[in-house]
């Protein structure tokens, strides 16, 4: 597979203040896969990271993303560090974990050639996460399934910071 790395075929159009033009050499169209998905994952998991801790430091969520995200690292390999360790450590993993998704992404893109909307798809993947956060990452972190442990509204916490990854992913793209 070779990354589409080169200019869209269509001509430049140009809306100065002097006069509109329209330029017949190429215009550069960004594309998720000219990253590989690791630039949107990365932005989209650091506002979603960001807006999960600032709820839960303002007491409105339960859960810290980055603190699940240390606690996962730290019972699956059984390491015992303290808060800020785990902290530190739910950072890099969230950034790790959030541009994996990212090139995740890229690669479904790649392997199926979507014909919908991309919207439409980025929504069913992240969609995708948000279940794998809810009865895979949660119980592996310990706090059960669906995240029982941290509250009956874990599922809705983790709802509105995967559609906030949703829309930074967008965004990025």
Not at 36 to 54: D, K, N, T
Not at 64 to 87: C, K, M, N
Not at 102 to 108: D, E, F, I, P, R
Not at 131 to 138: K, T, Y
Request: a positive charge.
């Amino acid at each position: 597979m070779v990354l589409n790395l080169l200019t869209s075929p269509r001509a430049c159009v140009s809306l100065s203040e002097k006069s509109p033009a329209i330029h017949s050499y190429p215009c550069r169209r960004w594309k998720v896969t000219d990253s590989f998905g690791i630039v949107p994952g990365l932005v989209a998991g650091f506002f979603m990271g960001l807006c999960s801790e600032i709820g839960y430091r303002l007491n409105i969520f339960r859960s810290s993303l980055i603190y699940i995200d240390g606690t996962f690292f730290t019972r699956t390999t059984g390491i015992t560090l303290g808060r800020g360790a785990v902290y530190g450590l739910g950072v890099i993993i969230h950034l790790f974990t959030s541009a994996a998704f990212g090139v995740g992404y890229a690669v479904l893109v790649m392997l199926l050639r979507p014909e919908m909307n991309l919207v439409l798809f980025v929504c069913g993947y992240i969609f995708l996460l948000y279940l794998g956060m809810l009865v895979v990452a949660l119980p592996v972190a310990g706090q059960g399934f669906l995240g029982r442990r941290l509250g009956s509204f874990t599922w809705l916490e983790q709802l509105i910071v995967h559609i906030i990854y949703g829309i930074a992913f967008i965004w990025a793209m």
